[in-house]
């Protein structure tokens, strides 16, 4: 095993919500902003804050440690895209707010559509993971069968 592999191994640690191509993310990025000092005596601030950008993911690409995806919004009419790496210790968290509907790997068509033609059907979608969701479909079935069986009575 290589360094290269050892340092992907140590990077997949992160957890971050599972979301897929076509959904709706909130990325929450630090930004560290720095002030000039206005004299000599005075020393560079550092003000660090978080950064809200929210848009579609049109694609992702890499593996374990070097995963990057792409969001793309439209801002004040002009469309802007963001690449960031899965992670980064700058990409504070990612939030699914919506599961779109796509049957492709990569939105890249997006970039030519304009207002409705741009919008991407919504799937189902809670915001449990899929393994509480599961569990949750079984209890749900051991209660109705329990319901119905004291029902019966």
Same mark, same amino acid.
């Given at each position: 095993m290589n360094q290269l592999q050892r340092l992907e191994l140590s990077l997949g640690q992160v957890s971050h919500p599972d979301f897929e191509i076509g959904d709706t993310v909130r990325v929450r990025v630090r930004v560290v902003e720095t002030k000039a000092a206005t004299k000599k005596k005075d020393? &560079?601030? &550092? +003000?660090? /804050?978080?950064? $809200?950008?929210?848009? $579609?993911?049109? =694609?992702r690409r890499g593996r374990k440690g070097a995963e990057n995806f792409t969001v793309r919004k439209i801002s004040f009419g002009v469309g802007v895209e963001r690449i960031y790496p899965l992670h980064s210790p700058n990409v504070a968290g990612i939030e699914v707010? +919506? *599961?779109?509907? $796509? /049957?492709? #790997? +990569?939105?890249?068509?997006?970039?030519? +559509? *304009?207002g409705k033609a741009a919008k991407i059907a919504e799937r189902d979608f809670s915001? @449990?993971?899929? #393994? #509480? #969701? =599961?569990? @949750? @479909? *079984?209890?749900?079935a051991a209660f109705e069968e329990t319901g119905a069986s004291e029902a019966s009575e």
């Amino acid at each position: 095993m290589n360094q290269l592999q050892r340092l992907e191994l140590s990077l997949g640690q992160v957890s971050h919500p599972d979301f897929e191509i076509g959904d709706t993310v909130r990325v929450r990025v630090r930004v560290v902003e720095t002030k000039a000092a206005t004299k000599k005596k005075d020393k &560079e601030e &550092e +003000k660090e /804050r978080i950064q $809200v950008f929210e848009g $579609v993911v049109i =694609a992702r690409r890499g593996r374990k440690g070097a995963e990057n995806f792409t969001v793309r919004k439209i801002s004040f009419g002009v469309g802007v895209e963001r690449i960031y790496p899965l992670h980064s210790p700058n990409v504070a968290g990612i939030e699914v707010m +919506k *599961k779109g509907k $796509v /049957r492709r #790997a +990569k939105l890249y068509y997006l970039r030519d +559509k *304009k207002g409705k033609a741009a919008k991407i059907a919504e799937r189902d979608f809670s915001r @449990t993971s899929k #393994a #509480a #969701a =599961a569990v @949750t @479909t *079984k209890d749900e079935a051991a209660f109705e069968e329990t319901g119905a069986s004291e029902a019966s009575e």
